[in-house]
RNA sequence: GCGUCGGUGGUAGAGCGGUCAAUUACAACAGACUGUAAAUCUGUCGCCUUCGGGCUACGUAGGUUCAAAUCCUACCCGACGCA
């Protein structure tokens, strides 16, 4: 049984740009589409009900974090992560490896997905655990990486086969390989030997991954059923590695990610390389300067099998999911609308206002002419500005039902202007309104 | 009326002779945020500045001292106690 069926629908001319229809367990997404973050478990401030409502397609929550916090073997219990945090919609997991970046060399530092690589005091000389005095929490061996938990500093390793492990019991209808992404900061040879790493990673996720599928398949269902008394009449043979793996009945799903930093070179091994593999998507992964975006993925994307689904991992800002969209990305996930949105930074056509200022004490304006979100409907600028001054948790609710809502809904306008036969106009007619002011003032 | 304690920058509240334009918190004013270590973090926050510094400030007015937010005197205001 194939846990995701991909179709193309149309292709933008003369790009790498497509429309197309991901099916999975839990229902289609249209692509491109927008993934919103729920690392957690819970997409923060958000009731999955509000998520339906504003049009949410898909949601991404974080193997990590559900490892450390509950438990991801409570929430095989608890019927799968699905179940756990009602969201009955298609759902994704992160593997884990760009917290190998984030509390990795990044811990501490001004060191992001996004990254200005000329300033030259964010070079990463030799690597040690400890610099400027901070340590790190994600060290990276060949065979997995330990982390330094940031809860409660218990110390954890994760291999590829643990991130899969963790991965099935949570039981998203998507799944990624466990990856290294790096720092566009360290130098060629460690790029070129964390790629190798990646790459033998990526292999031993996909054998975990088939190993843990087909175990699914080839077992009665009577035995995912779990017993309700505990210990009851004499426990089963091999119940407890079944049920360990195969709580979730429905087949998932796993992407392959592809690394390489700014090296061309090393994005096409990369892509040669993920994209020979058995996967059933992939991703694309790496921390970037923000000029080297648009060419990396375009270098990927030249060469993954055109009939897979690609997902660029962690993008959000709209001038990025335009070129993403262009260069054949069909999903995007980023933590960008609701972070702002709880720091108060909403987006507009406009381009990006912070809330909080004075000058929103009296707009009693919506936020955003012509949004139909529910928030711009209902509510002035004027009343988000109080929330956000009084530290109101409505204010966070509402911006982020905003923000997600204005993405989300960029990204199916972009799938429809290719439809449309008029991708470029819609992308030239957006930006010039939404960069405006950024233009003006240099 | 007598006595005691106290009056510090938008607010609360440190400081009690020089290192004080004055710790800190809050407020205010900006900024950042891209597979979430994040309802977080950063900067500014008396006036002027050629960024060296200059000027005015710790209830008001005097005084002591080389030097006062800090000590003394009077006055004004507040809290409490006694009449």
Not at 332 to 338: E, N
Request: proline fraction near 4%; glycine fraction near 10%.
């Amino acid at each position: 049984m194939k846990a995701i069926n991909f179709k193309i629908e149309k292709k933008l001319e003369g790009f790498l740009g497509r429309v197309g229809e991901l099916s999975t367990p839990h229902g289609v997404i249209l692509t491109p589409s927008f993934v919103v973050v729920g690392t957690k478990g819970t997409v923060k401030s958000l009731t999955p009900s509000q998520l339906k409502e504003l049009g949410t397609p898909v949601v991404l929550a974080n193997t990590y974090h559900l490892y450390l916090q509950p438990g991801d073997e409570l929430i095989r219990d608890a019927g799968g992560l699905h179940k756990f945090m009602n969201w009955d919609g298609p759902m994704m997991t992160d593997s884990g490896g760009f917290q190998v970046f984030s509390l990795g060399v990044a811990y501490g530092k001004e060191l992001s997905k996004v990254v200005s690589v000329t300033d030259p005091s964010l070079l990463i000389s030799e690597r040690s655990v400890v610099e400027d005095g901070v340590p790190r929490l994600a060290t990276v061996g060949n065979d997995g990486v330990s982390f330094r938990s940031h809860i409660d500093g218990s110390l954890h390793y994760i291999t590829p086969e643990k991130s899969i492990e963790i991965q099935h019991n949570l039981g998203a209808d998507i799944i990624f390989a466990f990856d290294e992404c790096t720092s566009p900061t360290e130098n060629d040879r460690y790029q070129d030997e964390a790629l190798s790493r990646t790459h033998a990673w990526a292999k031993r996720s996909l054998i975990e991954h088939k190993k843990r599928e087909l175990i699914k398949e080839t077992t009665p269902a009577i035995l995912f059923e779990r017993s309700s008394d505990e210990g009851g009449r004499g426990a089963r043979p091999f119940q407890k590695e079944q049920r360990a793996s195969s709580q979730n009945t429905f087949p998932q799903a796993l992407f392959g990610i592809v690394q390489g930093g700014r090296s061309k070179e090393l994005r096409q091994k990369s892509a040669e390389a993920i994209g020979s593999m058995d996967f059933d998507g992939f991703g694309i992964g790496g921390s970037f300067a923000k000029e080297d975006m648009s060419s990396a993925v375009k270098w990927v994307n030249e060469i993954l099998p055109e009939e897979k689904p690609r997902h660029l991992l962690g993008i959000g800002e709209p001038e990025d999911l335009f070129s993403g969209v262009e260069n054949g990305v069909d999903l995007f996930d980023c933590v960008g609308p609701t972070r702002i949105a709880r720091n108060g930074t909403l987006f507009t056509e406009n381009g990006k206002i912070n809330i909080s200022n004075a000058k929103f004490v009296k707009d009693f304006g919506s936020v955003d002419n012509g949004c139909e979100c529910y928030t711009c409907k209902n509510y002035t600028r004027s009343y988000l500005s109080h929330l956000f001054r009084a530290k109101e948790m409505l204010g966070a609710t509402l911006a982020s039902i905003h923000n997600v809502y204005f993405i989300t809904n960029l990204v199916k306008k972009m799938r429809q202007s290719i439809l449309d036969n008029n991708f470029f106009e819609f992308k030239k007619e957006f930006l010039d309104s939404y960069l405006k002011d950024n233009n003006i003032e240099e």
